[in-house]
């Protein structure tokens, strides 16, 4: 594996959620002439943040930028730019294909009212061909910072430049959701870390190559990359491919992005749980119990603190040990504290057995139990992605108090842009949707989809319960839809070199 | 049972009778073509599949037809050939649809001489695999509702000593089953139906490497032993796949197929995956029978009652066989979730035993002694099972809806309830329930 990465050459937002800038717009942007783009991207890389500045403290140079922007296209972007055809045919067949493909929207649980005709954006034949991401500020929230981003991106994306807004994307500032998403829950904690990035923190390590093309992944081998015949790289802009010298490589240090823009029915979500926690026989009553069953199916507290931790109260926040854990160590192998079926056990099931975590206790042997267990986290790691995701729409309620979101009722839609990066579009973020959270016999469940994703999708079947294992077992039933997708698209984050290759006359 | 098209016929009629047999589904069913429906069937899984190729190859198209089911009969011969005058009494017209543009079928249109024909071109697997062992349609679908059953009680039942709340659900059901129809043949005073036993299970699951040596037959040991030389030159000369290359010369025809392969997918929990790829060479046919021949022991002996293939756990069924002269080697299984997660386990978990069945084939990720590579090289060997793969026009399943793994954890729940569990394995039935 290699140790250092080519921070320089990658952008940003892939090595960080700019979590200190409270101000975030996202620009889906179209391509309507290819040579005056190029024009405009040689001319916008100097404004681009790169990676260079997780090199240092955050008290030396080099210094984020005051205004962070990153770009990332669509398969049908680059084809706009002009990149050659052997290297569009380069890219993992997913992106070539797009997030709204029928076969792909039916795996990925988009039917209905999240079908992708119905979309915001990303509809089939929308011209969606690139993403501006800005961020501004530094700690609180300021107007000014909206300001300077609308007034960037209006710069940059106008008709001079070949490039035209299609849709832009707000967000609502970080300080003021308390990095909570709107259900109440904090949110962004489970996040793994880039091997080989310098003062990272040394637990729940990725290799790089699991992020970034043109490292080594988790199976020692360099993720396959697009590449440019030598020929046509004849400035020699392009890094070389290992070992073949009539190619360069377009993909090294990019990633690909995963854009979906999830809506959230708030009060749908609180009205629900009220109702099935009455069905409960013995669960707490009024507002500690819908606490407690919202618990449950997140599988953390409203403050974080996971329930394989602190199964029968919030604990208090320690930033070092909120996701430090594993279920066999807490004695949860079989969900009895954080339940199988909840949002995070199934979007990252660390130690559980799969596709049945009653297995293990077969051996009766504590020694090779723990062996197991240590070789279900690595297996668990094939499938980890790297969330930059941000909420939009104003919160129901600005405390997130419980009461007030089950009640308040507000027409303003709001949501998740959940963000992603990964190296592999299959075997990441499309198998964590559709085999973890889209599956209703995830990990020994029969009829249980992700409570907060994933119910009453035609596919893999109509699932609606929810099972808390115990003894006795306790379920509801009729689960709702709380979330739905209203936009979407895969998009590719190249790097430094990659985009002035790419913004180089042809 | 594989039929060759006869080249007179257009491609896209047999595509079209494939087409409405495959849509003619019970009102709110998926994966459940009424065709294969009856219950007097006891068909398990059904597969109907063209293997189109084009006019210019140098093996003809194919029809593919595949059926597992239940039979009282022990010889598998007979059994077969009733299943087949079954199926042909029951639904002669569509499966002459289809098997009327097969060559030597032209005087078969009546169920009789259909039947003969059908059981003239049966095909025999090299290796199979069976995910589940010793229980019949019947038994499945009792023991996945006895589980709702009890998910029933015990969700409204008050909290109590585990012990307690078992003997109630016990008696619960006892009464149940009296008048419930579908817990028809449930008797829980009786011993448990047989089952994989849960000693032979345990053992089977922690088993070391020896159990690989122990299935290694004399003739194999042999065949290896005065083959090294050769295996050793494979090797280092065979090519592989070069998935990159590859994927720079898709066509637009390319481009269709996997298309049409992927929309055959995802349709219901359990898929239909279909794979055809050429040997490498004549010289690799004994190689092959060889490895299958240890494949198969090792399924039958040491996999078919434990509901895993060398680690993976959700298999309903696979089978190998030769097809074309023994020129070309057919892949079929049902399996669990997505074509990913199959494959990814097949990488992770299984790819010794992959290598071991494939190695002989057109451009598979090299293998060292068959053994070490191939498979492991994740992005490689996906991207050669997706070329060779087909599209399944015509699949029906049972129990679209149910797991492998889930169905054998509804039996091991029902046998608990038959004998009454120990303070240890009470707790350990109680977490079953999920």
């Known amino acids: 594996m290699d140790s250092v990465l080519e921070l320089s050459d990658i952008q940003g937002l892939i090595l960080s959620g700019y979590g200190q800038k409270p101000a975030a717009r996202y620009a889906v942007f179209e391509i309507v002439d290819g040579e005056s783009a190029r024009r405009w991207l040689r001319r916008l890389l100097d404004t681009l943040q790169f990676g260079s500045f997780r090199g240092s403290r955050r008290s030396e140079p080099p210094y984020l930028g005051d205004l962070c922007a990153n770009v990332a296209f669509t398969h049908a972007g680059f084809a706009k730019l002009g990149l050659p055809a052997v290297t569009l045919a380069g890219f993992a067949p997913p992106f070539q294909e797009g997030m709204s493909e029928p076969n792909r929207a039916r795996r990925l649980g988009d039917d209905a009212e999240s079908a992708p005709e119905r979309w915001h954006w990303g509809r089939p034949d929308d011209p969606v061909h690139g993403l501006l991401a800005v961020f501004a500020g530094d700690g609180d929230a300021d107007a000014e910072d909206w300001v300077r981003i609308e007034e960037f991106i209006s710069s940059e994306l106008c008709p001079d430049h070949g490039v035209r807004l299609f849709t832009l994307l707000d967000t609502v500032a970080s300080n003021r959701t308390r990095r909570k998403e709107h259900f109440g829950f904090r949110d962004g904690i489970a996040n793994p870390r880039i091997g080989g990035l310098p003062r990272s923190r040394r637990d729940d390590i990725i290799a790089p190559g699991e992020v970034l093309l043109g490292y080594d992944n988790t199976y020692g081998r360099r993720p396959m990359s697009p590449e440019v015949p030598a020929e046509l790289d004849q400035r020699g802009l392009l890094p070389d491919c290992a070992g073949r010298a009539a190619r360069h490589d377009f993909g090294k240090n990019g990633s690909y992005l995963v854009f979906r823009q999830l809506k959230q029915d708030v009060v749908g979500f609180w009205s629900y749980i009220e109702a099935a926690r009455q069905s409960l026989p013995d669960a707490p009553a009024g507002r500690a119990g819908r606490e407690w069953l919202a618990a449950k199916m997140v599988g953390r507290w409203p403050n974080g603190t996971p329930l394989a931790l602190f199964p029968d109260a919030p604990g208090p926040i320690a930033e070092q040990d909120i996701d430090s854990f594993t279920y066999g160590a807490n004695q949860d192998s079989f969900g009895e504290r954080c339940p199988i079926g909840s949002h995070i056990r199934r979007s990252n099931p660390r130690d559980t057995a799969l596709p049945v975590p009653h297995d293990p206790e077969l051996s009766g042997d504590p020694a090779r139990d723990l062996e197991l267990r240590r070789a279900r986290l690595e297996l668990t790691k094939r499938h980890r992605i790297l969330r930059r995701g941000r909420a939009y729409g104003p919160p129901v309620d600005e405390d997130y108090d419980l009461d007030a979101l089950r009640t308040l009722s507000s027409d303003e839609e709001r949501g998740l842009h959940f963000l992603c990066f990964n190296a592999n579009l299959s075997r990441q973020f499309e198998f964590v949707q559709s085999n973890w959270v889209q599956n209703p016999s995830f990990a020994g469940l029969s009829s249980d989809p992700d409570p907060l994703l994933g119910a009453d999708r035609s596919v893999p079947f109509r699932a609606r319960d929810f099972t808390m294992p115990g003894c006795p077992v306790r379920r509801t039933h009729d689960l709702p839809r709380f979330v739905e997708t209203r936009g979407g698209a895969y998009f590719f984050m190249p790097g430094r070199r990659a985009l002035e290759y790419l913004a180089h006359p042809r | ?434």
């Open chain 2, 1 to 434: 049972m594989v039929a060759k098209v006869d080249g007179v016929h257009r491609l896209s009629e047999l595509r079209a009778a494939l087409a409405l047999i495959a849509e003619d589904c019970a009102p709110e069913s998926r994966l459940q073509p009424r065709a294969f429906a009856d219950p007097m069937f006891r068909i398990h899984f059904a597969r109907l599949v063209l293997l189109a190729e084009p006019s210019d190859a140098e093996h003809g198209s194919s029809v593919v037809f595949e059926s597992n089911f239940d039979t009282d009969t022990v010889d598998p011969a007979e059994a077969r050939a009733e299943h087949l005058r079954l199926l042909c009494s029951k639904i002669r017209e569509p499966l002459w649809s289809v098997f009327k543009y097969c060559q030597g079928f032209a005087d078969a249109s009546e169920a009789e001489p259909l039947a003969d024909a059908l059981e003239q071109r049966l095909a025999p697997s090299t290796a199979c695999y069976q995910g589940h062992t010793e229980r019949d349609l019947d038994r499945i679908r009792l023991e996945q509702y006895l589980r709702e059953v009890l998910m029933r009680y015990f969700e409204r039942a008050p909290r109590a000593p585990p012990r307690e709340l078992y003997f109630a659900a016990r008696e619960y059901v006892r009464l149940r089953s009296a008048t419930d129809p579908k817990l028809r043949g449930l008797n829980i005073d009786h011993p448990a139906p047989p089952m994989p036993d849960a000693a032979i299970r345990s053992e089977r699951l922690g088993a070391g490497l020896a159990v690989w040596f122990e299935n290694i037959s004399l003739q194999l040991l042999f065949y290896v032993l005065s083959q090294l030389l050769n295996l050793w030159r494979w090797a280092k000369s065979d090519p592989e796949y070069e998935p990159l290359a590859r994927q720079e010369a898709w066509t637009a025809d390319d481009r269709a197929h996997f298309l049409e392969v992927a929309a055959s997918e995802d349709h219901g929990l359990q898929n239909a995956l279909t794979h055809v790829v050429p040997l490498k060479h004549p010289n690799r046919l004994t190689a092959l029978l060889a490895a299958h021949g240890y494949i198969d022991r090792m399924a039958k002996n040491q996999f078919d009652d434990i509901g895993q293939l060398g680690g993976i756990p959700t298999i309903h069924f696979a089978k190998w066989l030769l097809i074309d002269d023994r020129t070309r080697l057919l892949f079929f299984s049902n399996y669990d979730s997505s074509w990913e997660s199959y494959l990814g386990d097949f990488v992770d978990r299984a790819a010794i035993g992959l290598n071991l069945a494939w190695t002989w084939t057109h451009l598979y990720p090299k293998t060292v002694f068959f053994n070490w590579g191939g498979a492991n090289d994740e992005e490689r060997f996906k991207a050669w099972s997706r070329a060779h793969q087909r599209p399944t026009q015509v699949f029906y399943a049972a129990y679209p809806d149910l797991g492998i793994a889930a169905l054998n954890n509804n039996t091991w729940i029902r046998c608990g309830l038959h004998h009454p569990p120990c303070a240890m394995a009470l707790k350990a039935w109680f977490r079953r329930l999920t």
